[in-house]
């Protein structure tokens, strides 16, 4: 099994910055694509950010510019840097991880807990 542990998240003013952050741990023989998707009060969730073993990101279109994700192969850890936070970015934000858990095995997508974000304008 894979835990995926979330933190960073709070509550600040528009304009303002937070960092999320996820750690990966358990059964893991290597990471493959690692994101951040989030859920606001009434909607779906959505993608926010990925990015591959590769280093390739991907961004939704309404945080390009402002968001930055990246990560830490050696610390299992995937980030998200949140620049010029805007009320519509309030949301649970979810870490992911698509993990291959052994030499032979085949790989298994993972779900954080989820964080907390609050802007308020």
């Known amino acids: 099994q894979v835990q995926l542990a979330e933190s960073g998240g709070g509550s600040v003013q528009a304009g303002g910055s937070l960092r999320l952050s996820c750690a990966a741990s358990?059964?893991?023989?290597?990471?493959?694509?690692m994101g951040w998707y989030r859920r606001a009060p009434g909607n779906q969730r959505e993608l926010v950010a990925t990015v591959t073993s590769g280093d390739s990101t991907n961004y939704a279109d309404s945080v390009k510019g402002r968001f930055t994700i990246s990560r830490d192969n050696a610390k299992n850890t995937v980030y998200l840097q949140m620049n010029n936070l805007k009320p519509e970015d309030t949301a649970v934000y979810y870490c992911?991880?698509?993990?291959?858990?052994?030499?032979?095995?085949?790989?298994?997508?993972?779900w954080g807990q989820g964080t907390q974000v609050a802007v308020a304008s």
């Open positions: 358990g059964s893991i023989f290597s990471i493959n694509t």
């Open positions: 992911t991880a698509d993990v291959v858990n052994s030499r032979w095995g085949s790989s298994n997508y993972y």
